[in-house]
């Protein structure tokens, strides 16, 4: 797989999966920040000072984004970016390179965030706080909603002359595509990543709406981990490598029918598509 490429859906749930147990009912007794721009809102200050003492009450996902919510209403919305981690470790775990923020729970364990690049991001959103700052509120529906029918696609993107893809990576449409499942799920659908959105069929939306819940459930369940192989890990290296048909594997034949996968540049982006199954006249 390419390097620092975005978790996208399936990894983040797995993220959630992974330290919503560790989290629930767990008290902050301290907050650290080494880096003060790794916290987007409100500033350093008083993001430490108005969660220590808080507790734990849940761990949910909006598309790409953790959204870690507290006993008394606040929540922490994280959005991990390229190579951000969340890590609930031991105290007594020397931390990774780049953590840049740390909350000491009680317990004796600490939940980390730590990124090299440095685009991740954390907001604090008090109860009662509208939500500007995250981005959370202009996001699609999920891919598992029930609105996501050929309908809604061929109403949102059907006028469009933008490629497929593209509209699949518009979080505004569906939200926690990116990538890696956006090539997963055309491929799926026999459609090819460069095709205009407004030449698509109904039938070809309608496999689009079929698939994409599918896909993107199976790689979530392929993709779970222990917290003890995770906390191994370090919070990485727990990707779907081995369960990706196509994603990463130019050169590589078709798993359907063996033709040599192609890779190509769509919305800007590295595509890997089959030129047979998905109806691409050239590589």
Request: with cysteine; charged share 30%; net charge positive.
């Amino acid at each position: 797989m390419e390097m620092n490429v975005m978790p996208e859906l399936p990894e983040v749930e797995t993220i959630r999966e992974v330290i919503a147990p560790q989290l629930r009912g767990r008290t902050i007794r301290d907050v650290r920040v080494a880096r003060r721009e790794v916290v987007a809102h409100p500033d350093a200050e008083a993001f430490c000072a108005r969660l220590r003492g808080q507790t734990f009450e849940d761990v949910g996902r909006r598309g790409k984004f953790l959204l870690l919510t507290l006993a008394g209403g606040d929540r922490i919305a994280v959005h991990l970016r390229m190579t951000g981690c969340l890590l609930v470790a031991p105290a007594e775990m020397p931390p990774e390179k780049h953590t840049h923020a740390a909350l000491v729970l009680d317990g004796g364990i600490e939940l980390r965030f730590s990124d090299p690049r440095r685009f991740g991001r954390l907001w604090l959103l008090q109860r009662g706080e509208d939500d500007d700052f995250t981005g959370m509120s202009a996001l699609g529906p999920e891919p598992f909603d029930a609105a996501v029918t050929a309908d809604y696609l061929m109403a949102r993107c059907g006028q469009s002359r933008r490629a497929v893809k593209a509209c699949l990576l518009d979080q505004r449409v569906v939200a926690g595509l990116g990538n890696i499942y956006s090539d997963e799920v055309l491929f799926a659908a026999r459609i090819a990543p460069s095709r205009p959105a407004n030449r698509l069929t109904r039938e070809e939306w309608e496999r689009i709406a079929g698939v994409l819940p599918q896909r993107l459930a199976d790689f979530v369940a392929k993709n779970r981990i222990d917290p003890e192989a995770y906390l191994r890990a370090r919070g990485r290296e727990y990707r779907n490598t081995p369960f990706l048909q196509v994603y990463g594997r130019a050169g590589k034949p078709c798993p359907v029918c063996g033709a040599a996968l192609c890779r190509a540049v769509v919305a800007g982006r590295s595509s890997v598509f089959c030129p047979r199954c998905q109806e691409e006249p050239t590589c």
